[in-house]
């Protein structure tokens, strides 16, 4: 069973930064592609970066980009998100989702192309 376990989440000011870890159990890390989505308080969950299986593609939402850095580490099992200069509008639960693929360089930005989650980690950015 695959279980996927995000951590790193809490209270920052807005300007600061944050990096979240997930760690994958239960199927072989360097066969799926990872991404992370967000809720906000209201709103529906949306996209926030993907990357491929290879780590040679990444792909992030405009309202992110030059802010977040999604990363990956095969031998740990573990996709990060950097995030940078947070504003209260990053202000969600982060969720971690992976997907098997067979091409290594394939990203999914779609969260119905997803279908493993972790249960999600609260980011608070105040102002």
């Known amino acids: 069973q695959v279980q996927l376990v995000e951590s790193g989440g809490g209270l920052v000011q807005a300007g600061g930064s944050l990096r979240l870890s997930c760690v994958v159990s239960g199927r072989t890390f360097s066969n799926l592609a990872m991404g992370w989505f967000r809720r906000a308080p209201g709103k529906e969950r949306e996209f926030v970066a993907a990357?491929?299986?290879?780590?040679?593609?990444?792909d992030y939402a405009d309202s992110v980009k030059g802010r977040f850095t999604i990363s990956r580490d095969d031998a740990k099992n573990t996709v990060f998100l950097q995030m940078n200069s947070l504003k209260p509008e990053d202000t969600a639960v982060y969720y971690c989702a992976a997907q098997a693929l067979f091409l290594p360089a394939l990203i999914r930005t779609r969260e119905s192309e997803y279908d493993y989650w972790g249960q999600g980690t609260q980011v608070t950015v105040s102002s």
């Open positions: 990357i491929s299986r290879s780590g040679s593609r990444t």
